[in-house]
């Protein structure tokens, strides 16, 4: 069974940066294609950011693009979330996903931007 656990998260200013990563366990996820999610309280998940199994493509969200980028390193089964420019509505937590099947999520890692 697979197993993801986030890590990176904190508070910090805004404008400053942040790096999120996704450990996997129980199986190499090489083959999986991986994305950050995040999700407010009383609020939907949304998609934030998603990178192909062979890293050649990358996606994100309007939201996001051109301040985050998503990059992976299978010999390490991890992958990362590099956050700059971060502004106040960049709180929340973010979740690591894998398309395996079923679906995994990690239990999400608390990001905080202060004004």
């Known amino acids: 069974q697979v197993q993801l656990v986030e890590s990176g998260g904190g508070l910090v200013q805004t404008g400053g940066s942040l790096r999120l990563s996704c450990v996997a366990s129980?199986?190499?996820?090489?083959?999986?294609?991986m994305a950050w999610y995040r999700q407010a309280p009383g609020k939907e998940r949304e998609f934030v950011a998603g990178?192909?199994?062979?890293?050649?493509?990358?996606d994100y969200s309007v939201a996001v693009k051109g301040r985050f980028t998503i990059s992976r390193d299978d010999a390490k089964n991890t992958v990362y979330l590099q956050m700059t420019s971060l502004k106040p509505k960049d709180t929340t937590l973010y979740y690591c996903?894998?398309?395996?099947?079923?679906?995994?999520w990690g239990r999400g890692t608390q990001v905080a931007i202060s004004s």
């Open positions: 990178i192909s199994s062979s890293g050649a493509f990358t």
């Open positions: 129980g199986r190499t996820l090489s083959r999986d294609r």
């Open positions: 996903n894998a398309s395996t099947s079923p679906p995994c």
